[in-house]
T-cell receptor, first 115, second 111 residues
Framework: GAVVSQHPSWVICKSGTSVKIECRSL??????MFWYRQFPKQSLMLMAT?????????EQGVEKDKFLINHASLTLSTLTVTSAHPEDSSFYIC???????????FGSGTQLSVL | QQPVQSPQAVILREGEDAVINCSSS?????VHWYRQKHGEAPVFLMI?????EQKGHDKISASFNEKKQQSSLYLTASQLSYSGTYFC????????????FGAGTTVTVRA
């Protein structure tokens, strides 16, 4: 089946620094990828839709200048959390729709801790 | 808008059954069910498409009532491996894959 690889699995950074998270579709092409954020014991909240070759679409309330998304190829989308603060600490998960069916494949997630 | 999931949590003994409900205020194209273990990514269980279908995988099945915009997930003869948090994800427009997830139902299965 289709595999979505997400890296890194966890990252600890100092407040004010930037962190990049990568999401790759390993054996299929993904013109669209989704980025979710999940706080402890809460649901997955869609942050943005990443579109290959064009600008990402952000959900209401998500700062596009803080959460930079780049989808430069059909297999790679990146999320950069700029000037991270402790309140940005969360579990970030990417996903991509498979080509043969209608389900979403999720990456393994990235636990971000900002000190 | 997020779908409403119930119950919030359920505790079962091995072999017992449980039902998790998911309802939306909007017309849906599909409902997706996922299970997530702590610290891991959600794992796909099944999709139900508009048409009021019912699906099953092993002893986990689901139904979708499109008139009521409701879906239910049925855990039958639960096993220890069924423990986790179950999320329903609803899709409004066919093919956009933009899922809104419910708050989740934490299932604990005890021996």
């Amino acid at each position: 089946g289709a595999v979505v690889s997400q890296h890194p699995s966890w990252v600890i950074c100092k407040s004010g620094t930037s962190v990049k998270i990568e999401c790759r579709s390993l054996d299929f092409q993904a013109t669209t990828m989704f980025w979710y954020r999940q706080f402890p014991k809460q649901s997955l909240m869609l942050m943005a839709t990443s579109n290959e070759g064009s600008k990402a679409t952000y959900e209401q309330g998500v700062e596009k200048d803080k959460f930079l998304i780049n989808h430069a190829s059909l297999t790679l989308s990146t999320l950069t959390v700029t000037s991270a603060h402790p309140e940005d600490s969360s579990f970030y998960i990417c996903s991509a729709p498979g080509q043969l069916n209608e389900k979403l494949f999720f990456g393994s997630g990235t636990q971000l801790s900002v000190l | 808008q997020q779908p409403v999931q119930s119950p919030q949590a359920v505790i079962l003994r091995e072999g017992e059954d449980a039902v998790i409900n998911c309802s939306s205020s909007k017309a849906l194209y599909s409902v997706h069910w996922y299970r997530q273990k702590h610290g891991e990514a959600p794992v796909f269980l099944m999709i139900l498409l508009k048409g009021g279908e019912q699906k099953g995988h092993d002893k986990i099945s689901a139904s979708f009532n499109e008139k009521k915009q409701q879906s239910s997930l049925y855990l039958t003869a639960s096993q220890l491996s069924y423990s986790g948090t179950y999320f329903c994800g609803t899709e409004i427009n066919k093919g956009d894959y933009k899922l809104s997830f419910g708050a989740g139902t934490t299932v604990t299965v005890r021996a």
